[in-house]
């Protein structure tokens, strides 16, 4: 895994690639490569044996021009200033990609939570939602969950926002648990939405997911929903792995059976007694379609020349580095980006933020129905974008796409002071 790519660095050359495909100047531009904003705080926290542990926490609102910043709040040791800059870029992008009202944001804290206990994650995490709250609101700032965290979490900051405020505002966080307010199909809709771009992509392609082989690197939230929507389209998911390895079956795993694997055993090695692998090698397997839903800058320019895959479907954010990116688009292989592929997160969202806020609530149905409409009509937006400006890869026509948008509100409100 190349680690030393800075996300920010890399979020900034897509932005640079892109524009050069747009008629915008320089000095406009500079305003859609850097946050609006960033918090950066120590949380101070009593832990359980007594001792104060403290917490490098950050909050990034990189663009507000088309809506409320939104974005999730990962939690792992990793968390860097630049890579929550990175991410509140792609949540602003992905928003606009979708074409839904929002701008971008991302928060996290540098943290592993397997390390510590209920009551301190707790802890943690309302001293996080105490340090957000003169930024967050349901029309200026909404958190969402990513790596690490997801409706516990999201109650916590509900429930600390809602106290300090003295008010009822389940539109504060989205990704919360249903009878808090959260929605139908939320905890589904980013596997969903890997699984509805997939579709579009070998339709457009013009051939069967039906017969696609597939592998999932990263079997969390992401990777082991969109596993599972695959399979029941038919396509066979012969390899999957998580942070402890992979494993790989040529007649195809069983994508639930393996995540109810994960969840009893805590990692997917071991499954079944089938053949175990490494990472690198689930990245580089024969198949179809590979799906990267782990981390970002999994896969280098190095590892790009070995992928085997014809269609990679980004479920995680960022996961090839630019020059990765470039040997893909060299070497043909279709590559549907992250701020597409994994929009579902957000859309649904915007779903249960729009819920919140008419205290009317939709079937899975609808929202599944809502979610597909949004991804089909983005992969037309793209797809038009791709071959009416001879773009050269569909990630240049997702940003194309993105850019033209933030910068219109942007120059449609026009500048103050
Ligand atoms: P998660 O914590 O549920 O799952 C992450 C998985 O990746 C885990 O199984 C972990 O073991 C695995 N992993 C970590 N390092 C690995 C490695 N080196 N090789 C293989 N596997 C590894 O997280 P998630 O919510 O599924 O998020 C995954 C990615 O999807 C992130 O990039 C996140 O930003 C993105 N994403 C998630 C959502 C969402 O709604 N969950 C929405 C948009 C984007």
Redesign the pocket.
């Known amino acids: ?1 190349a680690t030393d790519v800075n996300p920010f660095e890399s979020l900034q050359e897509q932005i640079d690639d892109a524009a050069a495909h747009m008629d915008v100047g320089d000095d406009v531009l500079a305003r859609f490569k850097r946050p609006e904003r960033v918090l950066e705080t120590t949380l101070s926290v009593t832990l359980d044996d007594g001792s104060l542990g403290t917490f490098e926490a950050y909050r990034s609102q990189f663009n507000g021009d088309r809506g409320p910043y939104k974005g ?1 709040i ?1 939690y792992h040791p990793n968390v860097t200033r630049d890579e929550v800059k990175a ?1 509140s870029g792609w949540m602003a992008y992905k928003s606009a990609v979708v074409n839904i009202p929002y701008g971008g944001g991302k928060g996290g804290i540098a943290l592993d939570p397997k390390e510590y206990s209920l009551t301190e994650l707790e802890r943690i995490t309302r001293s996080y939602a105490a340090e957000l709250r003169p930024l967050v609101g349901p029309d200026t700032d909404i958190p ?5 965290t997801g409706q516990r979490e999201m109650n916590w900051i509900k429930g600390t926002y809602e106290t300090l405020e003295n008010t009822t505002a389940p539109g504060i966080v989205t ?1 919360k648990a249903i009878e808090s307010g959260g929605s139908e199909g939320r905890l589904e ?2 596997g969903r939405s890997v699984m509805l771009t997939a579709r579009e992509a070998f339709s457009y392609l013009g051939t069967d997911l039906a017969d696609a082989t597939v592998a999932v ?7 082991s929903i969109a596993a599972r929507l695959l399979e029941a389209e038919g396509a066979s998911v012969v390899a999957v ?4 390895g ?1 494993v790989y079956d040529e007649n195809g795993l069983d994508a639930g059976a393996v995540r109810e694997y ?1 969840t009893e055993t805590g ?1 997917v090695t071991g499954y079944g007694g089938v053949e175990e692998r490494s ?1 690198d090698d ?1 990245l580089t397997a024969d198949v179809d379609l590979l799906i990267p ?4 800058n ?1 896969i280098d320019a190095d590892l790009a020349e070995d992928v085997e895959a014809d269609v990679i479907v980004e ?5 090839l580095t630019p020059d990765a990116d470039d040997v893909l688009t060299d070497r043909d292989v279709y590559v549907l980006p ?1 701020v597409l592929a ?1 929009a ?3 859309t649904v969202s915007y779903f249960e933020w729009v819920q919140n806020r008419q205290r009317f609530y939709w079937s899975e149905e609808q929202v599944n129905d809502e979610l597909e409409t949004v991804i089909a009509n983005a992969f037309a937006d793209l797809t038009s974008a791709f071959e009416d400006q001879d773009l050269p890869n569909f990630r240049m026509a997702a940003y194309v796409v993105a850019l033209r948008r933030v910068i219109d509100a942007y120059e449609q409100g026009g500048n103050w002071p």
């Open positions: 895994m999730g990962r991410l969402a969950p990513d790596v690490n990704g809709a980013t690197q990263g079997y969390g939230n992401a990777g792995s998580d942070s402890s992979a994960k990692s990472n689930l839903a782990a981390l970002e999994a479920a995680a954010n960022g996961p992250d994994n579902g997160g957000v």
